[in-house]
């Protein structure tokens, strides 16, 4: 851990020689989530609702699902590059290291304009919270910790296996973004309006569902109690995440000179 | 004119070559799409009055879309450009004797071009194939498919255009991420790429369809279901002309400027 924050301080000072340009890029990714509910917002002004959800459910569907996005990027996006790590070689050098390796890919690139994001996934998410109308009760609150974790967990997990793809085709699968980009981009809509079958697709094969439109139903008092449980049963997606990581790490041969 | 020619069927031919990277995107892009409709499909279900567009219309926008997303989307930058003025190896593109603004346009003009011509068919196929709303219908009229294909030129001309004014300005940035990103995100909220103008609030709308983004992507797509006709398409294809012209010369005015004052980098 004290290894990960001597990385953070170092990629901090590193992007500070470009001062500008970090700004800019910061406000470039708050505008791109921004961007995301001005849709919303837009759409609500011409409907006033959409398959039994009303604009405040939305938006507080949208800034949790957000928030847990981002948290799962700020920790795990290093992940995101690890094709060209493989691709150059320099996972050589981290394998040679006496570190953890995971440790290593995750502090290996910090994406520090992403505050951006961070920060409007916070706004989102106090708004959606604000405006949703749910009359809090400690067990809602504590609902609403466990979907962040376990919605952190489940993103996190999809980094994972988009590196552990890259030990076999040494490439960044541009597919896989469905899951992570797009699973953000969509999530933004409570799953149940996409139909039946991506909701039945979402909760038993990838656990989008467990962590944002069961819970969600939990905390709108439309779903049973246990509901709000079932993002701890997502973060079980971590195992199968980490033992295909593995399997990469053991067929890796090394690339790049 | 035929150097620049040459450096456009040198860069087609090159974007041609990644054909399992195409194949991925294909799949990405037609789960998105997919994606894109079902969440019309809610909205549609739950109040069919306030749909702006038919739900054909609809339909027909988003599969074009992601049939020809390497045309229109702004992030598509070329980053080779962007690194070679933030490492200096722009030096060796300065030697030549020719005018880096009409190199560069050519070059990303290629580059969208032999993206899209490698990504749409099979994804224009399979969405006309779809059941009836849900798919791509055949254009409005033959003048719809002419007219679509006219201003689709048009609408990549202005794409093309305004990244050129991002790569002019990165000379005085030194670091472009930071512009990349904000220019991108503007574009895309702007163009039409998040929600269609048409799902937009009325005042708003207006204005939006007066900028230079909505040039873009939203005139072609439109005209292709017929969304778009009569005068009111008339006046989108002179506006786009009217930006085309105004960005390739703001452009070429930085061009200009940036050369006077360029300091190469990197050693």
Same mark, same amino acid.
């Given at each position: 851990?004290? /290894?990960? $924050?001597?990385? *953070?301080?170092?990629?901090?000072?590193?992007?500070?020689?470009?001062?500008?340009?970090?700004?800019?890029? @910061? +406000?470039?990714? *708050? /505008?791109?989530? !921004?961007?995301?509910? +001005?849709?919303?917002?837009?759409? *609500?002004?011409?409907?006033?609702?959409?398959? $039994?959800?009303?604009?405040?459910?939305?938006?507080? @569907?949208?800034?949790?699902?957000?928030?847990?996005?981002?948290?799962?990027?700020? !920790?795990?996006?290093?992940f995101d590059t690890f094709g060209s790590v493989v691709r150059q070689?320099?996972?050589?050098?981290?394998?040679?290291?006496?570190?953890?390796?995971?440790?290593?890919?995750?502090? $290996?690139?910090?994406? *520090?304009?992403?505050?951006?994001?961070?920060?409007?996934?916070?706004?989102?998410?106090? !708004?959606?919270?604000?405006?949703?109308?749910?009359?809090?009760?400690?067990?809602?609150?504590?609902?609403?910790?466990?979907?962040?974790?376990?919605?952190?967990?489940? !993103?996190?997990?999809?980094?994972?296996?988009y590196a552990?793809i890259c030990?076999?085709t040494l490439e960044g699968l541009?597919?896989?973004?469905?899951?992570?980009?797009?699973?953000?981009?969509?999530?933004?809509?409570?799953?149940?309006?996409?139909?039946?079958?991506?909701?039945?697709?979402?909760?038993?094969?990838?656990?989008?569902?467990?962590?944002?439109?069961?819970?969600?139903?939990?905390?709108?008092?439309?779903?049973?109690?246990?509901?709000?449980?079932?993002?701890?049963?997502? @973060?079980?997606?971590?195992?199968? @995440?980490?033992?295909?990581?593995?399997?990469?790490?053991?067929?890796?041969?090394?690339? $790049?000179? | 004119?035929?150097?620049?020619?040459?450096?456009?069927?040198?860069?087609?031919?090159?974007?041609?070559?990644?054909?399992?990277?195409?194949?991925?995107?294909?799949?990405? #892009?037609?789960?998105?799409?997919?994606?894109?409709?079902?969440?019309?499909?809610?909205?549609?279900?739950?109040?069919?009055?306030?749909?702006?567009?038919?739900? =054909?219309?609809? &339909?027909?926008?988003?599969?074009? #879309? #992601?049939?020809?997303?390497?045309?229109?989307?702004?992030?598509?930058?070329?980053?080779?450009?962007?690194?070679?003025?933030?490492?200096?190896?722009?030096?060796?593109?300065? &030697?030549?004797?020719?005018?880096?603004?009409?190199?560069?346009?050519?070059?990303?003009?290629?580059?969208?071009?032999?993206? %899209?011509?490698?990504? &749409?068919?099979?994804?224009?196929?399979?969405?006309?194939?779809?059941?009836?709303?849900?798919?791509?219908?055949?254009?409005?009229?033959?003048?719809?498919?002419?007219?679509?294909?006219?201003?689709?030129?048009?609408?990549?001309?202005?794409?093309?255009?305004? &990244?050129?004014?991002?790569?002019?300005?990165?000379?005085?940035?030194?670091?472009?991420?930071?512009?990349?990103?904000? %220019?991108?995100?503007?574009?895309?909220?702007?163009?039409?790429?998040?929600?269609?103008?048409?799902?937009?609030?009325?005042?708003?709308?207006?204005?939006?369809?007066?900028?230079?983004?909505?040039?873009? =992507?939203?005139?072609?797509?439109?005209?292709?279901?017929?969304?778009?006709?009569?005068?009111?398409?008339?006046?989108?294809?002179?506006? =786009?002309?009217?930006?085309?012209?105004?960005?390739?010369?703001?452009?070429?005015?930085?061009?200009?400027?940036?050369?006077?004052?360029?300091?190469? =980098?990197?050693?």
């Open positions: 851990m004290r /290894l990960y $924050g001597k990385f *953070f301080v170092m990629h901090l000072k590193s992007i500070m020689g470009y001062k500008t340009s970090f700004l800019l890029s @910061c +406000l470039g990714n *708050f /505008l791109v989530s !921004f961007n995301v509910f +001005l849709g919303i917002h837009f759409m *609500f002004r011409r409907f006033s609702r959409v398959e $039994g959800f009303t604009y405040s459910e939305v938006l507080l @569907c949208w800034g949790i699902t957000l928030l847990e996005f981002t948290l799962a990027e700020a !920790f795990a996006r290093g070689g320099e996972f050589d050098r981290i394998l040679v290291r006496p570190r953890n390796v995971i440790l290593q890919v995750l502090s $290996g690139h910090i994406e *520090f304009s992403r505050i951006g994001r961070v920060l409007q996934a916070i706004v989102m998410f106090v !708004f959606g919270i604000r405006m949703s109308g749910v009359r809090w009760t400690t067990a809602k609150a504590a609902a609403v910790a466990v979907m962040l974790l376990g919605g952190a967990v489940v !993103f996190a997990g999809m980094f994972v296996i552990a030990f076999f541009e597919f896989m973004n469905i899951f992570t980009d797009g699973a953000r981009e969509y999530g933004k809509y409570p799953v149940s309006i996409y139909g039946k079958r991506v909701l039945q697709l979402c909760t038993f094969v990838v656990p989008y569902a467990l962590i944002q439109y069961y819970p969600l139903l939990y905390l709108l008092d439309r779903g049973k109690p246990w509901y709000a449980l079932l993002p701890l049963a997502a @973060c079980l997606f971590m195992v199968p @995440c980490l033992l295909l990581w593995r399997l990469g790490m053991r067929h890796y041969v090394s690339a $790049g000179s | 004119m035929k150097k620049y020619i040459a450096f456009f069927r040198l860069r087609f031919s090159m974007g041609l070559q990644y054909r399992a990277a195409a194949l991925a995107g294909m799949a990405t #892009q037609f789960f998105w799409g997919t994606m894109e409709i079902l969440m019309f499909r809610a909205f549609y279900r739950t109040d069919p009055a306030s749909f702006p567009m038919t739900l =054909q219309a609809t &339909c027909a926008y988003v599969w074009l #879309q #992601q049939a020809f997303l390497a045309l229109f989307m702004a992030w598509l930058m070329d980053h080779d450009i962007l690194d070679s003025i933030v490492v200096g190896n722009i030096a060796y593109e300065l &030697c030549r004797p020719i005018n880096i603004y009409n190199m560069w346009f050519s070059r990303n003009l290629a580059n969208r071009f032999s993206r %899209a011509v490698l990504r &749409c068919m099979p994804i224009l196929i399979l969405a006309v194939l779809l059941p009836a709303p849900w798919g791509l219908m055949l254009p409005a009229s033959p003048l719809a498919l002419v007219l679509f294909t006219l201003t689709m030129l048009l609408g990549v001309g202005v794409t093309v255009a305004f &990244c050129m004014l991002i790569y002019m300005l990165s000379f005085f940035t030194i670091s472009p991420t930071g512009l990349c990103t904000l %220019a991108v995100s503007t574009v895309e909220f702007f163009s039409g790429a998040i929600i269609p103008l048409p799902f937009l609030p009325d005042g708003i709308r207006e204005i939006f369809e007066l900028l230079p983004f909505a040039s873009m =992507q939203n005139v072609p797509l439109r005209i292709y279901s017929g969304d778009l006709a009569g005068s009111a398409m008339y006046r989108a294809i002179v506006l =786009q002309i009217f930006w085309l012209l105004l960005l390739i010369a703001m452009g070429k005015a930085l061009d200009a400027l940036a050369m006077k004052k360029i300091t190469v =980098q990197g050693g």
